[in-house]
């Protein structure tokens, strides 16, 4: 039964760190268009480093013996 409770902590993280990374893009896509190239930076490099976070979290979960 922790298995499965952290199975579905992993699949919630993924899937909020997936949303976190999109909106971050979307921002920083929105902060260029208004000329704010340091902060279109920043937030691309924030969206990456969620992105490699969901690599790690997706990497546990299939280390659970999930797919």
Do not use: P, Y
Not at 7 to 29: D, G, P, R, Y
Request: overall charge negative; some cysteine; aromatic content about 4%.
């Amino acid at each position: 039964m922790q298995s499965e409770k952290l199975k579905m902590k992993l699949e919630h993280w993924i899937e909020h760190n997936n949303s976190h990374a999109a909106t971050f893009k979307k921002q920083a896509v929105e902060a260029g268009e208004m000329g704010f190239r340091d902060i279109e930076t920043e937030l691309l490099l924030a969206a990456e480093a969620m992105e490699r976070a969901g690599s790690h979290l997706q990497k546990a979960r299939e280390k659970l013996g999930c797919s």
